[in-house]
């Protein structure tokens, strides 16, 4: 089992940028391939970005690609999520999330596959 504790979130300008991470507790973080979804007020949740258990694999919503990078570091159990050239419709709850057992770049994208959840950080981006 791994709990999560998201941070860095906040209230920045258009253009801006932010580092989100994610802080895991347990002894078996490197097991499990993590994400970060966001759901902004109204709206579902949706995928953002991922990565795998080595950190040798990334994936990326179209809408982020190009601005966010995820990355990760199995030895301090944090998973990190750069986001540039913030947009106010990057607005959202974050949430990291981690997940075991994907078979197939799909599951990355999808979070019925992630087991485990943060509480979220607040991102606002004003115009």
């Known amino acids: 089992q791994v709990q999560l504790v998201e941070s860095g979130g906040g209230l920045v300008q258009a253009g801006d940028s932010l580092r989100l991470s994610c802080a895991a507790s347990?002894?078996?973080?490197?097991?499990?391939?993590m994400g970060w979804f966001r759901q902004a007020p109204g709206k579902e949740r949706e995928f953002v970005a991922a990565?795998?258990?080595?950190?040798?694999?990334?994936y990326y919503a179209d809408s982020v690609k190009g601005r966010f990078t995820i990355s990760r570091d199995n030895a301090k159990k944090t998973v990190n999520l750069q986001m540039n050239s913030l947009k106010p419709e990057d607005t959202a709850v974050y949430y990291c999330?981690?997940?075991?057992?994907?078979?197939?770049?799909?599951?990355?994208?999808?979070?019925?596959?992630?087991?485990?959840w943060g509480q979220g950080t607040q991102v606002i981006v004003s115009s």
């Open positions: 347990g002894r078996t973080f490197s097991l499990y391939n």
């Open positions: 999330a981690a997940g075991l057992s994907f078979y197939s770049p799909t599951n990355y994208y999808d979070g019925r596959k992630y087991a485990y």
């Open positions: 990565i795998s258990r080595s950190g040798g694999s990334t």
